[in-house]
């Protein structure tokens, strides 16, 4: 029945050409604006640790000046990073599964001379927690092991164009890598990662991609690594160096645990609070008690990581579509009346009511379709013109899902615009217009 | 004209008539929030930094070489490297400065002032050199930096502090702010304020664009330095490509990142730039849907009732009443979309600003709104309604 009701449909969009390619055009005009920006904004809405984001939450402490928020305009804000001495007390808990605390710095990678000058690159001090916890993955070799992270051991992870760019994309694990002046071992090479947004580190918004090696985070201390992402104070440093700078009140570190359960979140939140209250009594947060303990799809939300602009264009986008399909309305409806005569026969030869609603709505459907696989068509092309604005060009694309929700949008449009017309032709009495005839 | 009539014939066509009221109404909506957000995003774009933005360059680099730990070493490279960059043709001014407009960011600290009750949050930069001249900025007030305002020793704080006249205001209103001391939030290393600069603007996510402390400083350490440096209108190009082998030629043991100032702002626009191009194309598209709807939805109407019109002409009524007809049906069904739109647009802007940070809805733009999609849709009617008063009184003693 859908098959024949199909061929009705095919020949009657065949007999006025000009007509349909109107309505199709309509349609995909509709779902390629729509299409484009409703992608455009789950390409850094969607979930980055799919089935396992609610687990893994991200910690804060109001650790701020007594007499000002730290966003002064907002007496509830509180730092969006916690100093080194509260990490390191954090880290003494045993009630997450796994933990890190983590920043980002700047060091320079020494090649082969063959190979090429040695260059600045962005690197991620870690503990060997955050490679599972953030699903990294691995091409050769794996996370270093917890031995490395408590002594610290001289040992690196590389990403897949650090592998290729060094060691010309061969198993490096085992190799070294000279940075500055020491030389570290590759335990493990990252396969190609990408994640539109920069997840574990959220301070920096849209722009930064995932840094290309990670070291031991306990390497901190020794080596006197600065942090070169956001860094924020408000008290001044008890002495000089980087000593003073570890001990201070300046927050300059993300931390990060994974608790998979409601009672250890619970316990966990429990354990914050108790260690805030603690040092209060040594004298620091002298702040009222606030901790935030947050997952990581709510931080997303709170920190709107995706531009209000670009959600705007999405709801904007969607309304733009339910316009493209109203005019449809009227279009199907002269479309349809003009064929009410032969209707009449049909329906006085036997066809139900039904059967003439549904062959009309297939044909709008079939409308629908054409129109949305044009509109997706075009709404490659606009995606590909937009990612040129984007810091990671490559991710600014339709993905499965994606073309899935597009389908669903055309078939929408295609009913929301044939729905009345096809409910008119068929509510047509027939032998009034037979008699006329 | 007789308005009675009229509604009575639309009561027969209620579906068609109400898709047009919300079409009219959707687009009312969608454009005049369009139009917000166009505007709202040029604003940010049209605010001036008060700098030559268009001629200046950023080049910064990061040592390798051992040579550069030893201070006096660095101290040296500097001296050289800005030798090496004022020799460059077209080069106006260099400095050395942490300060790098429109990335969006950049330091800032919280202060506290005499005559001012509360702490205040404002930019820190520390810079040397030629600061103002590179930005392309005037001293309006007082004096500018000169050389032994810097302290000899690394550790030593500056003692003295050019601000933007925004600040000046914000502190003192128009009381002189020459003179004046600023210091830190827990009231140590005071500084006085020396000169005072009209213009500053730099983009800075705590509500702090306009409010900006100038030290003289160092601005650089062991790590690596930053220079600033502003260049003859149009010979931005041929500099940049002169930058790095000139200095990579006073030491190797580098390496660079160069960026004009231009790049960075378009960079930090980009997402505007996106909603402004993306909100134009679909209001023009929009609005010349809406026009096609009515064109196809009044001929509809038309063609449906030649019966009907043949019979008023027949009966007496002259073209010129059939075309009034037509375009009273219209103006009633535009009214009553725009009408219903009005809502609808506050209804859409409330559920942008409430969720999202756009700016609230200007009552101009939607009266805009209101009158060219009023005009919009009465030019749509008429090539249908011309159609209409064309019809023939004959057709009416025709029997279908």
Redesign the interface.
């Known amino acids: 029945m859908l098959l024949y009701n199909v061929k009705i449909a095919l020949k009657s969009l065949r007999r006025n050409p000009v007509l349909t390619a109107l309505l199709i055009s309509?349609i995909a005009?509709g779902i390629c604006?729509s299409t484009t920006?409703i992608a455009l904004r789950h390409v850094f809405e969607k979930d980055p640790l799919p089935g396992r984001s609610g687990q893994v939450f991200n910690v804060r402490l109001d650790n701020w000046?007594p007499?000002?928020a730290y966003?002064?305009?907002d007496p509830n804000s509180l730092p969006s990073m916690i100093s080194y001495r509260d990490m390191r007390a954090l880290m003494k808990s045993d009630i997450p599964t796994r933990q890190t605390g983590t920043f980002r710095a700047?060091y320079?990678i020494?090649p082969d001379p063959k190979a090429g000058?040695?260059?600045?690159e962005d690197i991620r001090l870690v503990f060997t927690d955050f490679f599972t916890m953030f699903a990294v993955p691995f091409q050769y070799g794996g996370p270093w092991d917890k031995a490395a992270d408590s002594k610290p051991e001289q040992v690196i992870v590389i990403d897949h164009a650090t592998n290729e760019k060094l060691f010309g994309g061969t198993n490096s694990v085992g190799k070294t890598v000279r940075m500055?002046d020491r030389n570290y071992k590759v335990v493990g090479v990252i396969a190609p990662w990408n994640p539109p947004v920069r997840f574990y580190d959220l301070t920096q918004g849209l722009g930064p991609r995932v840094e290309p090696i990670y070291m031991p985070f306990n390497f901190t201390e020794p080596l006197e690594i600065y942090t070169n992402g956001n860094s924020d104070g408000?008290?001044?440093f008890d002495g000089?160096g980087h000593a003073a700078y570890i001990n201070s009140e300046s927050v300059w570190i993300q931390f990060w645990a994974e608790l998979p359960t409601p009672e250890k979140q619970q316990a966990y939140r429990e354990f914050v609070n108790n260690y805030v209250r603690d040092q209060k009594k040594l004298g620091r947060f002298q702040r009222p008690l606030h901790t935030e303990v947050t997952s990581l799809p709510d931080l997303m939300n709170e920190l709107?990581i995706v531009?209000?602009?670009?959600?705007?264009?999405s709801?904007?986008?969607m309304?733009?579509l339910?316009?493209?399909s109203?005019?449809l309305?009227?279009?199907l409806?002269?479309k349809f009346?003009a064929r009410v005569p032969e209707v009449s026969v049909r329906r006085a030869l036997g066809a139900s009511r039904w059967q003439v609603f549904w062959q009309h709505v297939v044909e709008c459907e079939l409308v629908g379709i054409a129109g949305g696989i044009i509109g997706m068509l075009l709404s490659i092309g606009m995606l590909s013109m937009?990612a040129k604005?984007?810091p990671n060009p490559e991710v600014v694309r339709l993905d499965p899902e994606m073309v899935l929700v597009s389908l669903f949008l055309s078939l929408g449009a295609g009913l929301l615009a044939g729905i009345?017309p096809s409910w008119?032709v068929c509510s047509v009495a027939p032998a009034m217009q037979l008699k006329?005839q | 004209m007789p308005i009675g009539p009229i509604i009575r014939a639309m009561r027969h066509n209620r579906?068609?008539f109400a898709?047009?009221i919300?079409?009219i109404a959707?687009?009312l909506?969608?454009v005049t929030?369009?139009v917000n957000?166009i505007l709202h995003?040029r604003g940010l774009m049209q605010q001036k930094s008060g700098f030559d933005d268009e001629n200046l360059i950023a080049i910064s680099y990061?040592p390798?070489g051992a040579e550069f730990r030893e201070e006096s070493y660095t101290e040296g490279s500097i001296q050289a490297d800005m030798r090496a960059i004022r020799a460059i043709p077209g080069v106006k001014a260099v400095s050395v400065t942490r300060f790098l407009p429109w990335q969006g960011g950049g330091s800032s600290g919280?202060w506290k002032t005499e005559g001012y009750g509360d702490?205040f949050?404002a930019q820190l930069y520390a810079a040397r050199g030629e600061i103002f001249p590179t930005l392309g900025l005037k001293v309006a007030q007082g004096r500018g930096f000169v050389e032994n305002d810097t302290p000899a020793e690394t550790?030593v704080p500056t003692r003295v502090t050019i601000i933007s006249r925004a600040l000046a205001k914000k502190l003192w209103g128009d009381a002189n702010p020459i003179g004046r001391v600023i210091t830190?939030?827990?009231g140590?290393s005071p500084r006085t304020v020396i000169g005072i600069i009209d213009e500053f603007y730099n983009p800075y996510s705590?509500?702090i664009g306009e409010f900006v402390l100038f030290t003289p400083g160092r601005a650089y350490d062991t790590g690596g330095a930053r220079f600033l440096l502003r260049t003859e209108p149009g010979a931005v190009k041929s500099v940049v490509s002169q930058l790095e082998p000139r200095l990579l030629a006073v030491n190797p043991h580098r390496?660079f990142q160069t960026q004009t100032i231009a790049e960075i702002k378009d960079r930090f626009f980009?997402?505007?730039?996106?909603?402004i191009r993306?909100?134009t194309?679909?209001i023009i598209?929009?609005v010349f849907?809406?026009a096609?709807?009515i064109v196809?939805?009044t001929?509809?109407a038309v063609?449906?009732r030649t019966k009907q019109i043949g019979t008023r002409r027949a009966l007496g009524a002259t073209k010129g009443d059939i075309l009034k007809h037509f375009l009273a049906e219209n103006w009633i069904v535009t009214t009553a979309g725009l009408i219903l739109g009005i809502f609808a647009t506050y209804g859409?802007n409330f559920?942008?600003v409430s969720?999202?940070?756009?700016t609230k809805m200007p009552w101009y733009l939607v009266v805009i709104g209101v009158v060219l999609l009023w005009l919009n849709g009465l030019v749509a009617t008429i090539p249908p309604a011309l159609r209409a008063a064309s019809v023939s009184p004959a057709i009416a003693t025709r029997s279908?």
């Open positions: 309509a005009l604006v920006f000046d007499q000002r966003n002064a305009e700047s320079f020494h000058r040695p260059y600045a500055e408000w008290k001044g000089d709107q531009p209000p602009a670009i959600r705007s264009l709801i904007v986008s309304l733009f339910v316009v493209c109203l005019n309305v009227g279009l409806l002269g009346l937009i604005f984007a009345y008119r006329v | 579906m068609r898709l047009i919300f079409e959707l687009t909506a969608i929030n369009a957000m995003e990061q390798f919280t702490k949050q550790n830190s939030g827990d140590e705590w509500n390496v980009s997402a505007g730039t996106l909603v993306a909100m194309g679909i598209v929009l849907i809406t096609l709807g196809g939805i001929s509809l063609s449906e859409l559920m942008l969720q999202l940070t756009d279908v």
